[in-house]
């Protein structure tokens, strides 16, 4: 049972460093004349991503 607590324990610990960091527009950054649907393609968010 200690075995399963701490297998669940490192699996939340776990969780929030998969997170990704994603800079709206790359360069850019985020205004005007940027395609956002060409930077947004091939990108797959997760949740705990940052934008």
Known sequence: MALVKL???AFL????????DYTV??????????D????VSGKTFQVGDRL
């Open 7 to 9: 297998l669940a324990l």
């Open 36 to 39: 956002y649907n060409n930077w």
């Open 25 to 34: 527009g790359d360069a850019s950054g985020w205004t005007l004349g940027v």
């Open 13 to 20: 610990l776990a969780v929030p460093i998969s997170a990704t």
